[in-house]
């Protein structure tokens, strides 16, 4: 699920007891919340505090959401070798 929740993806928007939805043959996830609770829910979403130093910081500055190779940014196209997507 891209972007991921701490960067303000659908999932930041779900919450304890919320019913989801999953289709796989579909390809479909479904949150079962309206849209008007979600509006709620979004506008009271704050991002998380972002890390000051370490790994963690390394992390959230620069590894890349799934739906671009969750890989470090600073390395793409970088090694000039193909990863091909059934690899990981």
């Known amino acids: 699920m891209s972007?991921?929740?701490a960067a303000g993806g659908p999932l930041a928007l779900v919450q304890t007891g919320d019913m989801i939805e999953l289709d796989v043959?579909?390809?479909r996830l479904h949150l079962?919340?309206?849209?008007e609770e979600l509006e709620r829910r979004c506008a009271s979403w704050t991002r998380p505090a972002?890390?000051?130093r370490g790994y963690v910081k390394l992390y959230v500055?620069?590894?890349l959401q799934a739906d671009e190779g969750a890989d470090l940014d600073f390395l793409v196209g970088a090694?000039?070798?193909p990863v091909p997507?059934?690899?990981h």
């Open 3 to 5: 972007p991921e929740a």
């Open 25 to 27: 043959d579909a390809r």
């Open 32 to 35: 079962e919340v309206s849209d």
């Open 50 to 52: 972002s890390p000051l």
């Open 61 to 63: 500055d620069h590894v």
């Open 79 to 81: 090694s000039g070798a």
């Open 85 to 87: 997507r059934d690899s």
